[in-house]
């Protein structure tokens, strides 16, 4: 089953997830919506007289006030608190899980339409209370109805306090926020490298020079497009950039990926022929986003560095908390065997014709391996459990490789591993049995050689 994307971008779309406000407006407004239609039938039925059932009948206006009035008050009392108590236990557990965690509370949906939830009903509230007619005569106009259905709401909010609450304390429990991260990777993964249907058609492109020469072209003599304001690369718009080059006849080199921290005055891109770049300068500017922080969106890695942030934090003096570490690095070997069977893109767009019109830095898979061992080895090197567990997970990454290339970056790191435990760890019995985990890995790597050749 397809999202539905009301044909917002996905950097758009999880700028709109990253609010405390679009699920709260939306629940506002259908709450006005609502109080306009009992509103009317409340009307009709004071006009024609009608008798409604005595579960529903308030006849009383002054009881009305008094009820709206506490209804409303006490609505946005338990909201400020609840959620001034929440920020208050997420900011002390932002300390061991970075403060990504403060971020990671405001996209919840859970936790926006509980805020949405109580703020409908308060305004609610407040509309049906000002709704009733002037004085307290038995002939003062009262939305019975309205009322009914502001207890029910309120009925609601309970049933919805008490999810919160459940929520909230189930998604601060560490493995729950290491395995949030890690789906979050899982789907980065999957959106980024997704899985092909059959295998790739291999076509010729005879259009044009080829990567190798755009790229010695473009350095040396490509006109350099800078930066225009500093902050994290978030999204890069390929497909526009495709249409931009094409309509300008030039080539687009982007020489930095999503994630990378760009430097207002620094070369972002460069553009060949530069007898033309200045004509796709103006257009080059909407064709990508920088903002305060990575997201997720064109940045997998971001995830394996949140999952790695936590581990370190686990494994540091102020913490030593060993099996948080062990916990991540587990869930960073599950995401590299997703990676490590898809197929990696190079980074070269090209148009409709074949021509290559945007280069940039595609996906590296030593990248995304460098980056969920070297800072957890390092600093895990004295621990006996680190390594060996670092050991293991390499060997369950290596049964999803599809490539020898892909084999000799796990097994760098196997080598660094060993290398750091020989030098970091005192106890004997604690080096062999590393020595241990590492031959086995040598030998499911030759295993796994033989295989791929006899196939």
Not at 144 to 151: E, G, K, R, W, Y
Not at 363 to 380: E, F
Request: charged letters at 20%; glycine letters at 6%.
């Amino acid at each position: 089953m397809r999202a539905v994307t009301f044909g917002l971008s996905p950097w758009r779309r999880e700028a709109l997830r990253t609010t405390l406000w679009v699920v709260p407006v939306a629940l506002l407004l259908a709450a006005v919506a609502l109080f306009v239609v009992t509103y009317n039938v409340d009307y009709h039925v004071y006009n024609r007289g009608t008798v409604l059932p005595s579960w529903i009948r308030l006849e009383s206006a002054d009881g009305a006030r008094q009820l709206l009035s506490a209804l409303a008050a006490g609505v946005i009392t338990v909201l400020g608190v609840v959620f001034s108590v929440t920020i208050v236990a997420l900011t002390l557990a932002s300390q061991q899980f970075g403060p990504r965690m403060l971020r990671n509370f405001i996209r919840d949906f859970g936790t926006q339409a509980t805020l949405g939830t109580f703020v409908a009903t308060f305004v609610y509230s407040v509309l049906t209370l000002g709704a009733i007619g002037g004085g307290s005569t038995a002939q003062t106009f009262v939305p019975q109805i309205s009322v009914t259905v502001a207890l029910i709401l309120v009925l609601v909010n309970v049933l919805v306090l008490i999810y919160f609450i459940h929520h909230i304390t189930v998604s601060i429990q560490l493995p729950v926020v290491i395995s949030s991260i890690a789906g979050n990777l899982s789907r980065a993964i999957d959106v980024q490298f997704p899985v092909a249907s059959q295998p790739p058609a291999r076509r010729v492109f005879a259009t044009g020079r080829s990567a190798e020469q755009l790229r010695e072209l473009l350095a040396g003599e490509g006109f350099p497009v800078v930066a225009t304001k500093s902050g994290y690369l978030q999204f890069v718009g390929y497909e526009r950039l495709v249409r931009i080059a094409t309509k300008h006849d030039v080539v687009l080199q982007v020489m930095h990926r999503p994630g990378h921290f760009v430097t207002h005055g620094l070369p972002l891109a460069r553009v060949w022929p530069p007898s033309d770049a200045r004509e796709v300068l103006a257009s080059l500017e909407n064709a990508h986003i920088t903002g305060p922080h990575r997201t997720l969106d064109q940045d997998p890695v971001f995830a394996i560095d949140q999952l790695v942030e936590i581990a370190i934090r686990a494994l540091s003096p102020a913490v030593n908390d060993t099996f948080t570490a062990l916990t991540c690095i587990d869930w960073l070997a599950d995401g590299l065997c997703t990676a490590s069977e898809r197929d990696l893109p190079d980074g070269v767009h090209r148009d409709s014709a074949g021509a290559i019109r945007v280069i940039g830095l595609g996906p590296s898979y030593r990248r995304m391996v460098d980056r969920s061992y070297d800072k957890i080895r390092q600093a895990g090197a004295a621990m006996p459990a680190v390594a060996i567990r670092l050991m293991e997970s390499l060997g369950k990454v290596f049964a999803y490789t599809q490539s020898s290339e892909q084999r000799a970056v796990l097994l760098r790191q196997a080598d660094m591993i060993l290398r750091g435990s020989a030098a970091g760890i005192d106890e004997d019995e604690d080096r062999s049995e590393v020595r241990r985990r590492y031959d086995l890995l040598v030998t499911e790597l030759d295993r796994l050689d033989v295989s791929h050749r006899s196939t």
